[in-house]
């Protein structure tokens, strides 16, 4: 059984953990060009590494993903925010298309139960590393990458949610 984490988002990640919640991939979300200054979340990229995950490993059998809900920010404007959402709109789909349960949640859930509420995005980062110092997790862009992965752990513990 697999958990599928998603931190959405042109710098965001998805990590795939097994019960026992051992990393089995993380990855950077697949971007593609929107506009010369902008990218966007490439939805045919992440089914392709969705769909090669289910090849390669023997009775893949996802659980569900966790998808982090996220909301526009009142500072973002109207070009960024829509975006973001586009992007978000676009997991969903790919997702469902690929007949993956999802279940959306909030940052203050997931962070809560990781000890992290009032702190920094590099407290996510410093938490996963000491949980998997086997991933490379030592740019400050790999931040996306720490919590995707632990949005996939927060899944995977047996809980009241």
Not at 43 to 61: D, I, M, P, Q
Not at 70 to 81: C, L, R
Request: glycine share 12%.
């Amino acid at each position: 059984m697999k958990i599928i984490g998603i931190d959405p988002g042109v710098s965001g990640a998805i990590a795939i953990l097994d019960e026992g919640a051992r990393l089995i991939e993380v990855f950077d979300m697949p971007v593609m060009p929107a506009t010369k200054k902008r990218q966007q979340v490439n939805g045919a990229e992440v089914a392709r590494l969705l769909r090669n995950e289910f090849a390669r490993a023997e009775n893949f059998e996802v659980v569900a993903a966790i998808l982090e809900n996220v909301h526009t920010m009142p500072q973002q404007g109207v070009a960024s925010s829509g975006a973001f959402m586009e992007g978000v709109g676009v997991i969903k789909g790919v997702l469902a298309a690929l007949g993956i349960p999802y279940e959306l949640i909030s940052p203050g859930v997931w962070k809560r139960r990781a000890g992290l509420i009032g702190k920094n995005k590099d407290a996510s980062r410093t938490l996963a590393q000491q949980l998997y110092p086997q991933v490379p997790l030592g740019r400050k862009k790999d931040v996306g990458r720490a919590e995707a992965i632990l949005i996939a752990r927060y899944g995977g513990e047996p809980c009241q949610r």
